[in-house]
């Protein structure tokens, strides 16, 4: 049985929304480090909330959910774009693994 809910912090950063690696183009349009963010995945929804709002996911919206970064205690994260959003979202942790599981355990298209 799945529970309702997962919840962990984190860090965050607003990134264009067609950005896939590090290198030339990356650019975080705001961020924050750890703890400053926290990101809550439901069976209907998913939200990152920070300093700088909410950037919600729901099963209409969500373009894709991918790992990103994958240097091991420096950068792993996992990148949310959604379709009713001008920028999509870094969700910086140090249980990156943990966090796609989650997702995927409440049936989340996650690529990679």
């Known amino acids: 049985m799945v529970e309702k809910e997962f919840s962990t912090r984190?860090?965050?950063a607003y990134v264009d929304p067609v950005v896939?690696?590090?290198g030339q183009g990356f650019k975080s349009y705001r961020s924050a480090t750890w703890p400053f963010a926290r990101l809550r995945v439901g069976t209907s929804h998913v939200?990152?909330?920070?300093?700088?709002?909410e950037f919600r996911v729901t099963r209409?919206?969500?373009?894709?959910?991918?790992?990103?970064g994958r240097i091991p205690l420096?950068?792993?994260g996992?990148?949310?774009v959604g379709d009713d959003h001008d920028e999509a979202v870094i969700f910086w942790t140090a249980r990156a693994g943990k966090v796609l599981d989650e997702l995927q355990r409440r049936?989340?298209?996650v690529a990679g």
């Open 10 to 12: 984190g860090g965050v």
């Open 20 to 22: 896939r690696s590090w």
């Open 74 to 76: 420096l950068a792993d």
């Open 60 to 68: 209409t919206n969500v373009v894709s959910i991918s790992r990103f």
């Open 107 to 109: 049936g989340w298209p």
């Open 78 to 80: 996992v990148l949310f």
């Open 47 to 53: 939200r990152v909330s920070s300093l700088f709002g």
